[in-house]
């Protein structure tokens, strides 16, 4: 799965952490677009806190509505092995192509630092 697209839609409280919530658009067509919370981490960058995919039809739900059964949080399964143990590198690449996508980095220091 690559990163196509990301762009930071605005700051938001996530299980009690202040995060940025980065809309992303993948080439996967079974998750095309997903919503990733990042928050600040000790080491001056930044953790990703939950992803959540949005499976709502534009056409049919036009409206953010965030309460949607659309909203799926695939945070614990996108990157688990068949032995159900998590592949950190591949989290990592993923997280790090988010990041590194045109000004996200930047914008999530603007807006949760």
């Known amino acids: 799965m ?3 697209g990301a762009h930071v839609r605005r700051a938001v409280n996530k299980d009690g952490a202040r995060c940025g919530e980065v809309e992303v658009r993948t ?3 079974a998750r095309a677009e997903m919503l ?3 928050s600040a ?3 001056n960058d930044y953790d990703m806190h939950s992803i959540v995919h949005n499976d709502a039809a534009a056409e049919i739900d036009w409206y953010d509505n965030n309460m949607h059964n659309a909203f ?3 945070s614990g399964n996108l990157f688990e092995s068949d032995e159900m ?3 950190w590198g591949e989290r990592e690449v993923f997280k790090e192509a988010i990041l590194s996508f045109g000004n996200v980095r930047a914008d999530l ?4 630092h």
Do not use: G, L, M, R
């Open 41 to 43: 981490s000790q080491d």
């Open 36 to 38: 990733v919370y990042f």
């Open 2 to 4: 690559n990163v196509v």
């Open 109 to 112: 220091a603007e807006i949760i």
């Open 72 to 74: 799926e949080e695939i």
């Open 85 to 87: 143990k998590t592949k």
């Open 27 to 29: 080439d996967d067509p």
